[in-house]
T-cell receptor
Framework: DAGVIQSPRHEVTEMGQEVTLRCKPISGHDYLFWYRQTMMRGLELLIYFNNNVPIDDSGMPEDRFSAKMPNASFSTLKIQPSEPRDSAVYFC????????????FGAGSRLTVL | AQRVTQPEKLLSVFKGAPVELKCNYSYSGSPELFWYVQYSRQRLQLLLRHISRESIKGFTADLNKGETSFHLKKPFAQEEDSAMYYCALSGGNTGFQKLVFGTGTRLLVSP
């Protein structure tokens, strides 16, 4: 298994542009999480899904952020319009509900908004 | 609400010195505590869980419910321990699987 796969690994965009980050969880994992990592705030949980259904999106900063999980093998995190303060590393993680509550993380997507 | 506090952003020690990375939590219930580690150019990964009561790479962590702490310790630091360490808590009003992280502590072990 290739683990949790995220794309793109790096994204540089200009303020106001739409950004879409993608995640493929580990096959068989029924939970998917999106985290944002910054120097100031560390790892913040943005949203998580169980069986493709959003369970808790209270960490999503504002309406500019949206996340979807159309099927068990794919999720997207979209920012529209992007702002410089959105610059961060965005991590996707997945977990199996019978897996002792341990998350497997992707390599992250580093976003820079100019 | 669940909250994890790691008071130190950076901890710098010499090789062979003892290490203690502090973690305090706030949670009204029986939490599950974790330490995750991110080595340079590697993915964030689980280091240890309190319920396993295990020692991984020489690190141990004891859950102290009275002090609401879960400090990570190692008696003799090695250069390869240099990494970013995150304490995390699971459990709470919003669902058992929600994992909340602290802001992280960067450990730097110098030769």
């Amino acid at each position: 298994d290739a683990g949790v796969i995220q794309s793109p690994r790096h994204e540089v965009t200009e303020m106001g542009q739409e950004v879409t980050l993608r995640c493929k969880p580990i096959s068989g994992h029924d939970y998917l999480f999106w985290y944002r990592q910054t120097m100031m705030r560390g790892l913040e949980l943005l949203i998580y899904f169980n069986n493709n259904v959003p369970i808790d999106d209270s960490g999503m900063p504002e309406d500019r952020f949206s996340a979807k999980m159309p099927n068990a093998s794919f999720s997207t995190l979209k920012i529209q319009p992007s702002e410089p303060r959105d610059s961060a590393v965005y991590f996707c993680a997945s977990m199996q509900s019978s897996g002792a509550n341990v998350l497997t993380f992707g390599a992250g997507s580093r976003l820079t908004v100019l | 609400a669940q909250r994890v506090t790691q008071p130190e952003k950076l901890l710098s020690v010499f090789k062979g010195a003892p290490v203690e990375l502090k973690c305090n939590y706030s949670y009204s219930g029986s939490p599950e505590l974790f330490w995750y580690v991110q080595y340079s150019r590697q993915r964030l990964q689980l280091l240890l869980r309190h319920i396993s009561r295990e020692s991984i790479k020489g690190f141990t962590a004891d859950l102290n419910k009275g002090e609401t702490s879960f400090h990570l310790k190692k008696p003799f630091a090695q250069e390869e321990d240099s990494a970013m360490y995150y304490c995390a808590l699971s459990g709470g009003n919003t669902g058992f699987q929600k994992l909340v992280f602290g802001t992280g502590t960067r450990l730097l072990v110098s030769p």
